[in-house]
């Protein structure tokens, strides 16, 4: 059974006559490209000798670098080549970060990626990734209906309210917040479900916003020629839709008759009118508000692209006519990595905060002139080669820019103080102790990627690219750590809390527990205290001579220390009055 299903099995592409096209597919040569400037490297031990696996060698005897190429040989029998070493560091220190970039919205990038900007995960890879990804979500309101949730028994409490939603979350109209009236802006929101897609939609769209005018011009004219075909798909749906509906009326009707619960059928059409009564203009003009609804347009432009570009091959019955047709040039799909392949690993915010350690960074402006307050404002710093946004929130404590623009006293420029150079007597560098911190990422959004195609390609194509990333000091990061996990209040909350017994550490106590503890005062200060201050420890003086008349226990001072010499008249006086109670 197995060998007769083997047999059957249709061969997509064709295996090579020798072995020596299967090598040259694999090789490092088959994948250059003169159009696209990508970067070359080559083992330590061969680019010390300049052997870079050319038909000559380079004088580039760099271990750790790479470089771009225009041609393998020129027609001069030169080979003309770049240095990329900074292109192949930048690319491996946003790798380092770990970090799962994003996407800049309304950009030329965003916009030009059409559908595959909007599916959080990284997009399509055309050598790895087969096809699209179906959990695509349009921001359209067509798309969603409000429904209420469903009613609990009479019996049973309704926690709703209460307890967390195990339905799986759908987007929120925003038209809708914020209008349930005076009193109701915190009332739980109304449940909204998608609408289930069709069957017979698909996801590939031509992405117009990337066509130039020209294209956009002849993709309209390929469209009017579709026509006849769209009207044809347009009544087949709009009749099977018309017919189930019907049957679930009947139904319903006759579930009414028997007594039994009647389910009532959603109204998805817009009109009554039953379309084997329309003609092709009557149709378009009647139900075409209908069809814009249901999204016909975008199924049939969707099934018909799907259909023209996998037509060869997976509708090809015949194993002798797919084997005549695998190899045969076709339309090649579209399907642009979301980030411009500038990292493959999606690693989640858990993962990157344990994995990624900080990197050192240095802090050197602000960004405005404005913002005077300490939590107001970002500062920019560096992170290895990438020019970082750091929010003065997130700075942590005691963190200051190295350069000041906007400050023209005492002198413009490093504000940072002096310290001895210790390499170079009698010279004097900045100290960037305050500059210098161990920076985290927080975000990394891609605005701009570089252009490796065409004619504005260059041989430094990252010179082009802009990335906005925003990172916080490791020392700030020490905020989500909680020593007692447990909410607060509660019992468990408060049987983790250390134990209370300890005495308050305070100015006047300080002396007091330095005393009791070392068996002696330290050393004499100068006087501190103050009149109120003298006036209060007489007083106490007084008190505890008159209660504790022939005592021999210790009086407590609680004086600071080396007043003792600097008494007033009134505190001398009450001193010989306790003095005189006592040998009486």
Known sequence: MSAITASKCVPKVIPPSSPFGELLRRSRFASFDPAIRQTYSAPPSYTHRGNWGLKRPIANRSKRGAIVLRNFEEHAQYIEWDRADHQVKVIKSVEELNTTPGLVPQTSWFIGLGQAATIKATGFDSDFCPGESPKFHRFRDERYKDEAPPSPPVDQADWSGILPSTEKSTAVNLESLGRAGKGNYGAKATVQRKQPRRDDESLLQPNINAMTPVEFKRYLEHLRKLRPKFIKYLRQ??????AQEVAAKKKAEKDAQDGKAVEVPKENRMSTVD??????????????HEAT???????????YNEDQTYKTTLKTKSVEAAAALANKPGRIRKQPHKLGGLVYAMPTELESLFTCKPQPGLVLQDTSAQSQKDLEGDFLATLGPLTVRLPKAKSGTDTRPLYSPFVTEPVQGIQAPRIRDPDRPGKFIPDTRKSERLLRPVSIQVEETPIVVGEGATNKPLARTRLRT?????????QMYRTNPFFPGTLEYSAQLPPTNRVIRTSL???????????KLPAQ???TSTPNMQASQSTLDSLQGLLKQGSTKKKIDFRPSGSAASKTEPEAQATEAVDEAKTT
Request: charged share 20%; glycine share 8%.
């Open 470 to 478: 925003v990172v916080a000091v490791d020392g700030s990061m020490s």
């Open 237 to 242: 749906q709009l009749e099977k839709d018309h």
């Open 509 to 519: 106590t300080q002396q007091y527990l330095s005393k009791t503890r070392l068996g």
């Open 293 to 303: 609804t249901k999204y016909l347009h975008m199924a049939f432009l969707g099934r």
């Open 525 to 527: 200060l100068p006087s």
């Open 275 to 288: 379309p084997n009564t329309l003609s092709d203009a009557e149709l378009v003009l009647k139900l075409g």
